[in-house]
């Protein structure tokens, strides 16, 4: 008998497949300042966006909180309770429905060796690796990780740490260059017929935000996401799914 749960909802037409709660929004009388991660960037990302005349608080979906019980019907209790920084590397582990592709600074991730080996499709890039070769290198290998797996759906992990001037991504990316990598892999995934998911991810710089909140106007502006992008459907169950991570 199926887990009985809160968290899938009916999303009428109208609202986009944008999911977001404030409670994503981490504050501690005001110590969340002096870390180097922008726990605000979230609302901050939807405030933008709002400026722009994107979006509406009616157009949102609203997330809900996993409870336990919810948890428990993917994970062990051993493993809510010690909660390892590579989980769904971990979590996959000879799991051949899944095929991870993870995009890297190599001098620094990942520090944990038998996630490591999780890893399908490896992109290690070197310190300071700029635009030009970083989104040669993500093109190259998402074409081939499509061409060996068909997914039913990619999840992909929109990391910002990548930018220049990040201490803890060690490369230097512009702006541009994330907002054009966002494109990409868009593009890419749709050209295939496959849903894909977005998440943001890390990144330690407080203008991570705007530069977000203008990867997804662009992505809007090029028609690839929106109400009328969310109608793509998945073709076949039995296919692996692709969660991407990209810094």
Do not use: C
Not at 37 to 48: R, Y
Not at 92 to 117: E, L, T
Request: avoid cysteine; charged fraction near 25%.
């Amino acid at each position: 008998m199926p887990h009985p749960t809160q968290l899938y909802q009916h999303v009428p037409e109208s609202r986009w497949p944008i999911v977001y709660s404030p409670r994503y929004n981490i504050t501690f009388l005001g110590l969340e300042k002096l870390h180097p991660f922008d726990a605000g960037k979230w609302g901050k990302v939807i405030s933008f966006l709002k400026e722009e005349k994107l979006l509406s608080d009616s157009m949102l979906v609203e997330a809900r909180e996993a409870s336990d019980e919810d948890l428990l019907v993917v994970h062990t209790r051993r493993y809510l309770n010690e909660l390892k920084g590579n989980g769904h590397e971990r979590d996959f582990m000879g799991d051949k429905r899944v095929y991870i592709m993870d995009v890297y600074n190599r001098h620094i991730y990942p520090g944990d060796r038998f996630a490591k080996q999780a890893i399908r499709r490896k992109v290690e890039l070197e310190w300071g690796t700029e635009d030009d070769e970083y989104l040669r290198r993500v093109e190259r290998n998402l074409e081939k990780a499509l061409q060996e797996h068909q997914p039913d759906v990619v999840v992909y992990n929109a990391g910002t740490d990548v930018l220049e001037g990040d201490r803890l991504g060690g490369l230097s990316i512009s702006p541009q260059g994330v907002v054009k990598r966002d494109e990409l892999v868009f593009r890419m995934v749709r050209g295939h017929q496959v849903p894909i998911l977005m998440v943001t991810s890390g990144g330690y710089q407080k203008r991570t935000a705007r530069i977000i909140a203008d990867s997804i106007l662009n992505l809007y502006g090029q028609g690839l996401i929106g109400p009328q992008s969310a109608n793509v459907s998945a073709q076949n169950s039995d296919t692996p799914l692709l969660p991407l991570e990209v810094p």
